[in-house]
């Protein structure tokens, strides 16, 4: 059969080679091991699982290990939903010397003469001022861009930059162990905030110099190193549908019958006196179809984001 034009309708682009197949929509949450970067983990993915189009919703340094979470085909939509979500990590600040890189990978400067060991009250005392909304200084090695140039690259070429201090929230900092001169953090925490930071600046609190010697992500939203496969044993089974990012956001549930208003980005009727928030999401039959937006005042919805 063919089209108007007389080409062949069996979905292959002009140039005659085949329609690329979109990947899969849903989520890869993998354990990343340590000494290798985020970008590296995905692309090994990409060869292997023969998938295309991957994204990574937050990267982990080389140093650091844990939750690495991937997205593919049309969960690509909700990426930066999931980059902005909240995460959890474990470190290990080093007391004693200081690094340019805030972490163990940079240059390391013993501090001199060797400091008093504080003890663990003065410690958990100094971690205090760093929950809540604080001002933090990003690091010298970073991805953030200052003028236009990244400053990490700015910095290997013996250039480097000091952003501006910026708002990161903290919601929760513990400490959990203490053996001079180690001590092992609990960060839960908002987008923008780099652990490594937090090493840094306690080491400077306690007159002492710090660094990050160990980061594990422990969590991304909802989900933990539970959800998490090794680099090596992942497979395409182990995708989570993006349900599993998004059970715990709003959600509205659409009859079935109106499934397909929803595909053609009709406007439906909200439920009496359902709030009016944003994200929400359109559920229907336990799939996440939409992402939707309130009109009318609230007492109607339609598609804003299409997911399915």
């Known amino acids: ?22 990947s899969p929509r849903g989520l890869f949450v993998i354990d990343k091991p340590s000494g290798i970067t985020s970008r590296k983990a995905l692309n090994q993915i990409e060869r292997r699982l023969e998938l295309d189009g ?15 979470v991937l997205v ?13 979500g909240e995460k959890g990590y474990d470190m290990t600040v080093t007391f004693g010397a200081t690094s340019d890189t805030d972490d163990g990978e940079g240059e390391i400067v013993v501090t001199d003469p060797p400091p008093e060991p504080p003890e663990r009250e003065a410690v958990e005392e100094a971690l205090k001022a760093f929950q809540g909304e604080v001002m933090q200084v990003p690091p010298t090695y970073s991805a953030l861009k200052v003028e236009g140039k990244r400053m990490h690259s700015e910095a290997r070429k013996g250039r480097p930059v000091k ?9 929760e ?17 908002g987008p923008g905030t780099y652990a490594r930071a937090v090493a840094r600046d306690l080491g400077e609190a306690l007159g002492t110099g710090g660094y990050m010697s160990r980061l594990v992500r422990t969590r991304v939203g909802p989900l933990t190193l539970d959800d998490a496969v090794s680099l090596e044993e992942l497979e ?11 059970k715990d956001h709003a959600r509205l549930n659409v009859p079935l019958t109106q499934r397909h208003l929803l595909l053609r980005g009709q406007t439906l009727r909200a439920p009496p006196g359902f709030p009016i928030v944003d994200p929400c999401f359109a559920w229907v039959n336990g799939e996440v179809v939409a992402h939707i ?16």
């Open 1 to 22: 059969m063919s089209d108007a034009h007389g080409q062949a309708a069996d979905s292959r682009p002009t140039d005659g080679k085949p329609a690329q197949e979109e």
């Open 54 to 68: 991957i994204g990574h919703c937050g990267s982990l340094d080389p140093l650091a290990t844990g939750v690495l």
């Open 72 to 84: 593919s085909g049309k969960a690509r939509k909700i990426q930066d939903l999931i980059v902005k």
């Open 163 to 171: 952003a501006e201090p910026r708002p990161v929230v903290i919601h």
């Open 173 to 189: 900092v513990q400490l959990t162990r203490y053996e001079w001169p180690e001590a092992d953090v609990v960060i839960r925490c």
């Open 236 to 246: 395409r089974g182990d995708m989570l549908g993006i349900e599993a990012f998004l």
């Open 293 to 308: 937006a309130f009109v009318n005042g609230g007492t109607h919805f339609r598609t804003k984001r299409l997911l399915v």
